[in-house]
């Protein structure tokens, strides 16, 4: 049984910082691609990162040069660093496991966490 458990969100200031981490079990994390999705009230789930098995990173446009995709196999966990934080990053942030990453293309697995709140907000 696949289990996917995020954790770190909360309230914080425009041009804050905040660390997520998804811890998994179930599935085999050292060869896993891992995404980070949001979704904001009123909009669709967008994919924020996604790390492959070699560590290969792909970031959506709006948070490129801010946010930082990491993963540590020894703790089955992915990290999620956000910096530079603004209100329109607000949204539940959610982290999926084990999807397929190909050609730079990242496609979800059934493997969800609950998600965690981020708001940006002073």
């Known amino acids: 049984q696949v289990q996917v458990v995020e954790s770190g969100g909360g309230l914080v200031q425009p041009g804050g910082s905040l660390r997520l981490s998804c811890t998994t079990s179930g599935i085999i994390f050292s060869i896993s691609a891992m995404g980070w999705y949001r979704q904001a009230p009123g909009k669709q789930r967008e994919l924020v990162a996604v790390?492959?098995?070699?560590?290969?990173?792909i970031y959506a446009d709006s948070v490129k040069g801010r946010f930082t995709i990491s993963k540590d196999n020894a703790k089955n966990t992915v990290y999620l660093q956000m910096n530079s934080l603004k209100p329109e990053d607000t949204a539940v942030y959610y982290c999926?496991?084990?999807?397929?990453?190909?050609?730079?293309?990242?496609?979800?697995?059934?493997?969800w966490g609950q998600g965690t709140q981020v708001t940006v907000s002073s």
């Open positions: 999926n496991a084990a999807g397929t990453f190909s050609s730079g293309s990242y496609y979800s697995s059934p493997h």
């Open positions: 790390i492959g098995r070699r560590a290969t990173t």
